[in-house]
Structure formats: C-alpha cells, structure tokens
C-alpha cells in the first residue's frame, strides 16, 4: 500500500470514528462536533503502537495538553484513549500483552483485527461500559455538551488496534495572539459562539509541572487518568482601589492576583498578565486555562455555576 493510500485509509477510518462519536452525542440531543486538524492524537497513537502501551503520557513525558500545545493547538483538550488487542491471563489473574506472538503461526492463530469493527467496539465500551473501570470519565468526555472538535488519532497493526480521541474546547478565533515576554503574558482573542452560550470570562489559572522527561513517562505510563500540575495562580479582573480579593481557607499553595489588563468588550478579550517573580518557572511547564461561565440565551441572564474553559496553553521554559 502507498503512502497515499494509507492516508485515504487513515482518512475513512476517522471519518467512520467521528461519525459514531456524532451517533451517540445525537441520541444524548447533543451538537456534532467538527473534526479537528491538530496533530498531537496521531503522533500519540503512533507511538502507543511503537510501545503497546495504553498511557496518557507521551513517550517524551508529555500530558496531552502539553503535546496538544506542542502541536499547535489553541483550544481545550480532553483525552480518550482505548485499545483492541489480543492477551493472555497471567498468573496474577490479570493481563498480559501478548500481540506480538500472534506473528508465530506455529503455535498461536490470532484472526487480524476489523479496524472498522475495533472503531465501533471501542466506542460502545467507552459508552455503555466505562462506570466500572473509569468511572464514566470517557462517557463524559465524550457527551461533554461545550465540545466543539475532536481531533482523532489511529495506529494499528494486524493484531493491535489503538485510538486517541482528543475532545477539544475551541471558542477562540483562530488569529488569536499569545505572547510571552519574560514573565509578562499577553492574549488578543475575540470569541466564537455560535451556540449562544454567552460566555464571561471568570478567571485565568496557571499550573506548573515538571519538565517533561522520559521518566516521567516511565513513572506514569500505565497510569489511567491524568490532571493538570500544581496550581499555582488564580488571575482575575483588577478591583477599584479600597477592594481587594480574598482567599478562602488555609490553602497556601496557589495566590490570587489581579490582571494587569482586563479588557472585554462584547466578545473581544484582550489580557496582560504579568508572572510573579515569587513563581519560578524555570525548567518547568505553565499551563494558562482560561475559564468563562455562561448566560446563556434566556431573558432571564441566569449565570452558570459551571466554569468552562474555553482554551488551555502550555509554556515550555525550558
């Protein structure tokens, strides 16, 4: 098969993955989602084929935000991931990978795997099977109603099917600006809502992780869930002068500041943040989530208690 034909192929397999993903969030009276062009969930797919590891982590290290990032993404992102593949009881009463020795046909017969069969069985289990194992968490991900995009990635041999569904958050315009000058931070974004959500923006958080290494991957590769690292800042609009914001709690581990530009009108943002010098980032990852809530298109201007994050963006200050 050429190259061409692979991505043909490639092409009708995510088709078929995004058309059964629209079948279920149809039946829940939920928006179809448009597929996305981002890269990161097939780089990720390919290389859990390469591994025959099911992990969130990158072999690099990377969360997937950070390799959405990497690649260019601008929005939210969310990850699914689920594998077909043949395995044997192990004396642990549990699983061992054992794909690769379908190749020796002498003692094994492993019939090649139906991609398009694999496709449809991986989405009913993350629908219909996932309360006992993940607690729903793909089932969520997957009916999560402030989806716009999924950017899917497949890898598959004849014995081993792997696909990475990335749910994405996409809300900003596509020339939208981000800019990082030492520790001051500016976005130039206008919002896209073409479902009439009515977003405010609420606040800005910044999480820091550790710099990706292979050994966070070895540490976390069969780790079933991931988050976001530390929180460290909370940023919200300026007060007038005799108000200032006030913590709740003892929780010393995250400070909340105030923006040094907090500009929204209608549906342009315009924000300049400037990093603490308390804060070191050095060799490290900070991730700005950006989070709104919505009115909604009622007359009664009735704010949701829910804090939606309309995009996530990853710094890398190595």
Same mark, same amino acid.
């Given at each position: 098969?050429?190259?061409?034909?692979?991505?043909?192929?490639?092409?009708?397999?995510?088709?078929?993955?995004?058309?059964?993903?629209?079948?279920?969030?149809?039946?829940?009276?939920?928006?179809?989602?448009?597929?996305?062009?981002?890269?990161?969930?097939?780089?990720?797919?390919?290389?859990?084929?390469?591994?025959?590891?099911?992990?969130?982590?990158?072999?690099?290290?990377?969360?997937?935000?950070?390799?959405?990032?990497?690649?260019?993404?601008?929005? #939210?992102?969310?990850?699914?991931?689920?594998?077909?593949?043949?395995?044997?009881?192990?004396?642990?009463?549990?699983?061992?990978?054992?794909?690769? =020795?379908?190749?020796?046909?002498?003692?094994?017969?492993?019939?090649?795997?139906?991609?398009?069969?694999?496709?449809?069985?991986?989405?009913?289990?993350?629908?219909?099977?996932? =309360?006992?194992?993940?607690?729903?968490?793909?089932?969520?991900?997957?009916?999560?109603?402030?989806?716009?995009?999924?950017?899917?990635?497949?890898? #598959?041999?004849?014995?081993?099917?792997?696909?990475?569904?990335?749910?994405?958050?996409?809300?900003?315009?596509?020339?939208?600006?981000?800019?990082? $000058?030492?520790?001051?931070?500016? =976005?130039?974004?206008?919002?896209?809502?073409?479902?009439?959500?009515?977003?405010?923006?609420?606040?800005?958080?910044?999480?820091?992780?550790?710099?990706?290494?292979?050994?966070? #991957?070895?540490?976390?590769?069969?780790? @079933? @869930?991931?988050?976001?690292?530390?929180?460290? =800042?909370?940023?919200?609009?300026?007060?007038?002068?005799?108000?200032?914001?006030?913590?709740?709690?003892?929780?010393?581990?995250?400070?909340?500041?105030?923006?040094?530009?907090?500009?929204?009108?209608?549906?342009?943002?315009?924000?300049?943040?400037?990093?603490?010098?308390?804060?070191?980032?050095?060799?490290?990852?900070?991730?700005?989530?950006?989070?709104?809530?919505?009115?909604?298109?009622?007359?009664?201007?009735?704010?949701?208690?829910?804090?939606?994050?309309?995009?996530? #963006?990853?710094?890398?200050? $190595?």
């Amino acid at each position: 098969m050429t190259s061409k034909e692979q991505l043909d192929s490639l092409q009708k397999l995510r088709s078929f993955a995004l058309s059964k993903i629209n079948e279920d969030r149809k039946h829940y009276g939920l928006t179809s989602l448009v597929m996305s062009n981002n890269t990161a969930a097939q780089i990720h797919a390919d290389q859990i084929l390469k591994t025959k590891t099911l992990s969130h982590w990158s072999i690099e290290g990377f969360k997937p935000y950070m390799l959405y990032s990497l690649y260019n993404g601008t929005g #939210y992102v969310q990850q699914n991931v689920g594998q077909i593949s043949y395995v044997m009881p192990d004396n642990d009463k549990k699983f061992r990978q054992v794909s690769d =020795l379908c190749y020796d046909h002498t003692k094994f017969y492993c019939p090649v795997i139906d991609k398009y069969k694999a496709i449809a069985d991986l989405q009913h289990s993350m629908m219909y099977n996932d =309360l006992q194992c993940c607690n729903d968490g793909h089932k969520n991900n997957i009916l999560n109603k402030y989806h716009t995009h999924v950017s899917i990635g497949i890898a #598959y041999n004849e014995y081993y099917f792997v696909m990475v569904q990335n749910f994405e958050n996409h809300y900003l315009s596509p020339d939208l600006k981000i800019k990082k $000058s030492n520790d001051d931070i500016k =976005l130039e974004a206008r919002i896209n809502d073409p479902d009439r959500y009515n977003f405010v923006i609420n606040h800005v958080s910044f999480f820091l992780d550790e710099f990706p290494t292979k050994l966070n #991957y070895d540490e976390n590769k069969n780790v @079933s @869930s991931y988050r976001f690292g530390d929180l460290k =800042l909370m940023v919200s609009k300026p007060l007038p002068a005799n108000l200032k914001y006030v913590q709740e709690g003892d929780d010393n581990s995250y400070k909340i500041i105030e923006a040094k530009k907090w500009e929204l009108d209608k549906d342009d943002i315009n924000l300049e943040i400037e990093i603490p010098d308390t804060l070191d980032t050095k060799n490290k990852v900070l991730t700005m989530v950006i989070y709104a809530q919505s009115i909604g298109d009622n007359s009664l201007n009735e704010i949701s208690q829910d804090y939606i994050p309309l995009t996530s #963006y990853s710094f890398f200050n $190595s």
